[in-house]
């Protein structure tokens, strides 16, 4: 038996956010990628996240969240005129990564602040527990 439901429930939220995390410190690092292991410009990538129901004991269910998902952004990347780009065309166009690093920031902190208010449920719930502990001495 958990004593603390409350950390089964945000150790999901805590990884998803952590993912997030990950994936947006991928697109800053890639925001002038030209060139790919698959071809042409790096492509965005975008977490998704989805509901998932977490059985306990006894039969009660909690739901929780995970990544259901990481997919790249359909958006086209800008074109630059820059003849003297290794990757630039015949008519002297690069196609860059449709990364935008404002949007970029934005996520990255709200992820932060998602893990960081997550974290604070986990360490409350401990605080809780360690109460509970208390009480029965």
Not at 23 to 50: D, L
Not at 61 to 84: A, E, F
């Amino acid at each position: 038996m958990n004593l603390i439901p409350g950390i089964d429930i945000t150790s999901g939220a805590l990884s998803a956010q952590k993912m997030r995390l990950d994936i947006v410190a991928q697109n800053i690092a890639n925001a002038q990628t030209t060139r790919t292991a698959e071809g042409g410009a790096y492509k965005r990538q975008i977490v998704s996240f989805e509901t998932e129901l977490v059985k306990r004991a006894g039969g009660a269910s909690l739901s929780t969240v995970r990544i259901g998902g990481v997919t790249n952004d359909k958006m086209p990347g800008q074109q630059v005129y820059n003849p003297q780009h290794p990757d630039a065309g015949a008519d002297g166009l690069v196609n860059m990564p449709n990364v935008n690093l404002a949007y970029e920031m934005v996520d990255l902190i709200t992820a932060s602040r998602a893990y960081e208010a997550n974290l604070s449920v986990v360490k409350a719930a401990r605080g809780l527990a360690n109460k509970v502990f208390e009480i029965g001495k």
